[in-house]
C-alpha cells in the first residue's frame, strides 16, 4: 500500500470461513481500520474444518500451525510466492 495504488485486486483462494475472515480483514486493514479479528475468527473456530484441523488428523498439517497462522502481526516478515522450476516458492521477505 506504500505505492497507493488506484485499484487493489485480491483473488479469494477458495470459499471457506478463513477465507472470508481473511477478505474481511484485509478490506477494513486497507481502509484504516482496526477490525476486530476475535468476531471474525469465530465463524472459522465454529466450522467443522477448524475442528479438523484441531483434531491432529489432517495430513501435513500440525495442530499448532493453526493457532500461530491466525495471530495478526505475530511475524516481522511477508512471504512472497515466486515461481521457481513449475514449483511455488515461498520464503520470508522483511
Not at 471457506?16 to 486497507?30: G, K, M, Q
Not at 476486530?36 to 484441523?53: G, I, M, N, T, V
Not at 499448532?64 to 514449483?87: H, I, N
Request: glycine share 6%.
Amino acid at each position: 500500500m506504500l505505492r497507493n495504488p488506484e485499484t487493489l485486486t485480491i483473488v479469494a483462494s477458495a470459499d471457506h470461513p478463513e477465507d472470508h475472515a481473511c477478505a474481511r480483514y484485509i478490506d477494513a486493514v486497507i481502509r484504516g481500520g482496526h477490525p476486530d479479528l476475535h468476531r471474525l475468527l469465530q465463524p472459522l473456530r465454529e466450522s467443522e474444518r477448524y475442528q479438523r484441523a484441531l483434531s491432529g488428523t489432517w495430513p501435513g498439517f500440525p495442530t499448532k500451525d493453526l493457532e500461530l497462522a491466525l495471530v495478526a502481526d505475530r511475524f516481522a516478515f511477508a512471504m512472497p510466492v515466486t515461481r521457481e522450476s513449475g514449483y511455488l516458492r515461498l520464503t520470508a521477505s522483511s
